[in-house]
Structure formats: structure tokens, C-alpha cells
């Protein structure tokens, strides 16, 4: 079982920078790939970044490659969610969630959710 509390939403102007945290739960954290969600008002939950246990495979959706970065310290249990550039159409509820499969873009394929934080990007 993983618990996962997201943190570090917030309200930005267009062209700058959050950073979102994950925090999880249980002893086995570092066994599970890791991804990012958003969800817009009106607009189905999408996939954002990923990444591997280990931190070596990252992969993004193509709107926010080159701006966003995920990263984990599994040290920490957290998950990291890097902001830059930020523009209007970012603004969502953030999720990170914990996956058995690497490379896993459905929603289906994530086992555990968080709560969700808002992120609002204003023009």
C-alpha cells in the first residue's frame, strides 16, 4: 500500500515556475514508477511526466517537454514535479500517482492516486 499527499501548487503568473512535491507512504516507494496527472475544469485527467524507480528512464507528454521535469529522491519517498515557462493552459489539478509498469501512459495503469493540488498559471 502507498499513500501519496501532492504539495506546491499555487498560483503563478505566465512564464514562471513551480515546483510540485509527492510525498508517499510505505516502505516501498522505490519499487514503483512514478507519474504526474493533470485535470483541467472540463477535461479528462492526462498524463504529464513519468519516470522510472530507479530515475533513470523520464518520459513527458509533448506539451511540456523542454519546460517541465520530473525527478524522485527515494530517500525521501517524494517525487518531483519541476515547473518552467509556465503558460495559462497548465492550469490544472496536479496528481502524482504510482505505477507497477514502467512507461505507463493510462490512468489505468497506476495503482495508487494523491489528493491533487491546484495550479493556476494567470495570463
Known amino acids: 500500500q502507498v499513500q501519496l499527499v501532492e504539495s506546491g501548487g499555487g498560483l503563478v503568473q505566465a512564464g514562471g515556475s513551480l515546483r510540485l512535491s509527492c510525498a508517499a507512504s510505505?516502505?516501498?516507494?522505490?519499487?514503483?514508477?512514478m507519474g504526474w496527472f493533470r485535470q483541467a475544469p472540463g477535461k479528462e485527467r492526462e498524463f504529464v511526466a513519468g519516470i522510472s524507480w530507479s530515475g533513470s528512464s523520464k518520459y513527458y507528454t509533448d506539451s511540456v517537454k523542454g519546460r517541465f521535469t520530473i525527478s524522485r529522491d527515494n530517500a525521501k519517498n517524494t517525487v518531483y514535479l519541476q515547473m518552467n515557462s509556465m503558460k495559462p493552459e497548465d492550469t490544472a489539478v496536479y496528481f502524482c500517482?504510482?505505477?507497477?509498469?514502467?512507461?505507463?501512459?493510462?490512468?489505468?495503469?497506476?495503482?495508487?492516486w494523491g489528493q491533487g493540488t491546484q495550479v493556476t498559471v494567470s495570463s
Open positions: 500517482a504510482a505505477s507497477s509498469l514502467i512507461r505507463a501512459y493510462s490512468l489505468d495503469h497506476y495503482d495508487y
Open positions: 510505505g516502505r516501498t516507494f522505490s519499487s514503483y514508477h
